[in-house]
């Protein structure tokens, strides 16, 4: 049974009790009263619900498969044969890896300090003989201050020890509370193992009090590595001044120097920054200790007396003899 609402018609299908009515052939009251009767038989049926299933043709991407390729040349040593006939040389194919050199692996040209400096005045003989031989060095400096200017044109022998003096400052810091990732990007990696060795369970106390004498440049030298253009700068800086050190083991008892009581220390630093590189900086590399320098203290080590070995079942008793009586006077 199909019903069609329209502005004009409604069909229904042929059924014992169902009527056709046509607007233009019957009225409109009658039309009215059979609509009411069948939606009333309608309304007693169940109601079916019927589902549409669409299907949607999917056009497949077509995969594209390259055809079998066959090579000319059976070998690499025929095709190689081939293309000198014909006036073509192939060069060797050598699978290099790219080496980065950040710093080099020493100091070259180490500075050799005066015997006595900081002890003598530079009024008195041997202090007059000393700077006449530091003059006679600043040739080599010069030379090598123009060639780290055509690669740092804002390198500068009169500001570059304040700088240096801030780096020292800045690295020493960093061993008091063990930031090796800013130590890093102040001190070299060859500078590096020689500051943390031995502290990875020790606590360093270590603070900056004064400085003595401003900082100078006494040596500036500029160095190739591996080839011509590969470049490195080195400048070594004369610091005479007041630090407090004090090492603490783990177990928090003292082992080099003192937390309350200051010291002069004389010592030569080299600073070293890669020139090729854009993007480097000077660095800390490592410090001359000259041959006449006083030894250093002695370092306090904490160390476990073995005592007897004891069996499981067995109790430690101190020694009771006659050498750990009391004596009477």
């Known amino acids: 049974m199909s019903l069609l609402f329209g502005p004009t018609l409604f069909t229904l299908s042929p059924h014992p009790g169902s009527l056709c009515v046509n607007k233009m052939a019957a009225h409109m009251p009658r039309g009215l009263s059979c609509l009411s009767r069948v939606l009333g038989s309608w309304?007693?049926?169940p109601a079916l619900v019927a589902q549409s299933i669409a299907v949607v043709p999917v056009r497949t991407k077509k995969r594209f498969t390259p055809p079998a390729y066959e090579s000319k040349y059976k070998s690499e040593k025929e095709f190689i044969e081939h293309a000198r006939k014909a006036g073509l040389v192939i060069p060797p194919e050598h699978l290099e890896r790219a080496i980065h050199l950040a710093c080099t692996a020493g100091i070259f040209d180490a500075y050799v300090p005066p015997e006595g400096d900081?002890?003598?005045?530079?009024?008195?003989?041997?202090?007059?003989?000393?700077?006449?031989?530091?003059?006679?060095?600043?040739?080599?400096?010069?030379?090598?201050?123009?060639?780290?200017?055509?690669?740092?044109?804002?390198?500068?022998?009169?500001e570059f020890p304040d700088k240096a003096k801030d780096i020292f400052i800045e690295a020493h810091l960093c061993l008091n509370s063990s930031d090796h990732d800013r130590l890093h990007t102040l001190v070299t990696e060859h500078c590096f193992p020689d500051m943390v060795w031995d502290i990875k369970y020790k606590t360093v106390r270590w603070s900056f009090v004064e400085s003595l004498e401003p900082p100078q440049v006494v040596q500036v030298r500029c160095s190739s590595l591996v080839n011509q253009g590969n470049m490195y700068g080195q400048v070594t800086v004369r610091m005479h001044t007041r630090q407090i050190l004090a090492i603490y083991d783990r177990f928090g008892r003292l082992m080099y120097g003192q937390e309350d009581v200051p010291k002069d220390v004389l010592e030569y630093v080299v600073f070293e920054k890669h020139l090729m590189n854009p993007y480097g900086s000077w660095r800390m590399h490592g410090k001359i200790v000259p041959q006449w320098a006083p030894p250093k203290q002695p370092i306090l080590k904490t160390v476990m007396i073995p005592g007897p070995q004891l069996k499981p079942w067995e109790d430690y008793e101190e020694p009771q003899g006659e050498a750990n009586k009391p004596q009477l006077a």
């Not at 003989?125 to 740092?152: F, H, M, P």
């Open 118 to 158: 900081a002890r003598m005045s530079s009024l008195s003989r041997e202090g007059l003989k000393q700077r006449t031989e530091r003059l006679k060095k600043n040739v080599a400096s010069q030379l090598s201050i123009r060639k780290i200017k055509e690669y740092d044109a804002n390198f500068k022998t009169k």
């Open 43 to 45: 309304s007693r049926q």
